[in-house]
């Protein structure tokens, strides 16, 4: 079993930065990908971003290619998202996920969830 628990959102101007962390429970966090959805008002939740269980391969959604960056760190069970030239449209509520999905965009292909936490960004 793994739990998940982001922090870092909040509310940001366009333009400005944010990093999300996500940290998972358990001794188990080497074996899981990790990945970052998010989810805006009245939308599905849909892919942002993926790394591999041993940090080594990133993919991005093309709507943050370039603006966000994936990481991980092992020894405090923890990924990052470093966002940073953010939009307006990039207001959601951002989840991230842990396991070993068969298709990395697909939410139901991953078994663990953190509870969310806001971005908002200001025009």
């Known amino acids: 079993q793994v739990q998940l628990v982001e922090s870092g959102g909040g509310l940001v101007q366009a333009g400005g930065s944010l990093r999300l962390s996500c940290t998972a429970s358990?001794?188990?966090?080497?074996?899981?990908?990790m990945g970052w959805f998010r989810q805006a008002p009245g939308k599905e939740r849909v892919f942002v971003t993926y790394?591999?269980?041993?940090?080594?391969?990133?993919y991005y959604a093309d709507s943050v290619k370039g603006r966000f960056t994936i990481s991980r760190v092992s020894a405090k069970n923890t990924v990052y998202l470093q966002m940073n030239s953010l939009k307006p449209e990039d207001t959601a509520v951002y989840y991230c996920?842990?396991?070993?999905?068969?298709?990395?965009?697909?939410?139901?292909?991953?078994?663990?969830w953190g509870q969310g936490t806001q971005v908002t960004v200001s025009s």
């Open positions: 358990g001794r188990t966090f080497e074996s899981y990908a």
């Open positions: 790394i591999s269980s041993n940090g080594g391969s990133t």
């Open positions: 996920a842990a396991g070993r999905p068969s298709r990395i965009r697909v939410g139901a292909d991953y078994n663990y």
